[in-house]
């Protein structure tokens, strides 16, 4: 079966650089999340979409940005990166009605690395 | 503060042993309860859940006991097995939002 893709898997950037990573959902998904896990700690929740719009926000920084496209997809753009911006990056989708609705599947991430 | 608060942090069990991870939450607001299984390098995936209208829920040796009157839950791995080896979540998310809140994480070692 189809999973989440995210892209790049890794990633390195030098500090004030900026970074984008993507996620593709699983196909008929229409929410979309982003989590950043620092090392050795929980996933912190990012933000999230729903039908191409925003609907939760957690703790993302004001550097950060995202929005989800008409395919569905959905880019995480990071600005003026900082060193403690380094972590794992989990995307992940559900269904917001219907049968397995709002069971989290998560990708296996996106690495990044900040120098 | 962590609205969701694990322990322990780190567990070491022979094989064939019980893993016990306890789990405690304050936000009464929380209705769905799930743990999630996390391998290096991977993303976590979801392994058992419980709403509050039940007491246990069980699944293969993946045991969930929820005390609502003490904002507790916990998850007991049966027969642990090498392959069980992996970072465990506990997690609470409320009504509407189904956005999980996670814990801190318990690093399972299952000895052979």
């Known amino acids: 079966a189809a999973g989440v893709i995210q892209s790049p898997r890794h990633l390195i950037k030098e500090k004030r650089e900026t970074a984008t990573l993507k996620c593709y959902p699983i196909?008929?998904?229409?929410?979309v999340y982003w989590y950043q896990q620092g090392p050795g700690q929980d996933p912190q929740f990012l933000i999230s979409?729903?039908?191409?719009?925003?609907?939760d926000k957690g703790s993302i920084p004001d550097r950060f940005s995202a929005q989800q496209f008409s395919d569905y997809h959905s880019e995480l753009n990071m600005s003026s990166l900082e060193l403690g911006d380094s972590a794992l990056y989990f995307c992940?989708?559900?269904?917001?009605?219907?049968?397995?609705?709002?069971?989290?599947?998560f990708g296996a991430g996106s690495r990044l690395t900040v120098l | 503060q962590q609205q969701v608060k694990q322990s322990p942090q780190s567990l070491i069990v022979q094989k064939g042993g019980i893993s016990i991870i306890n789990c405690a939450y304050e936000?009464?607001?929380?209705?769905?309860f799930p743990w999630y299984q996390q391998f290096p390098g991977k993303g976590p995936a979801l392994l058992i859940a419980?709403?509050?209208?039940?007491s246990e829920k069980k699944e293969g040796r993946f045991t969930i006991s929820f005390n609502k009157s003490a904002k507790q839950f916990s998850l007991h791995i049966m027969d642990s097995q090498p392959g069980d080896s992996a970072t465990y979540f506990c997690?609470?998310?409320?009504?509407?939002?189904?956005?999980?809140?996670f814990g801190r994480g318990t690093s399972l070692i299952v000895h052979p």
């Open positions: 992940a989708s559900s269904l917001a009605s219907g049968a397995g609705a709002n069971v989290l599947t």
């Open positions: 196909p008929r998904h229409d929410t």
């Open positions: 979409f729903y039908e191409k719009m925003q609907s």
């Open positions: 936000n009464t607001a929380f209705d769905y």
């Open positions: 419980i709403r509050p209208d039940v």
């Open positions: 997690a609470a998310s409320e009504g509407g939002s189904y956005i999980p809140t």
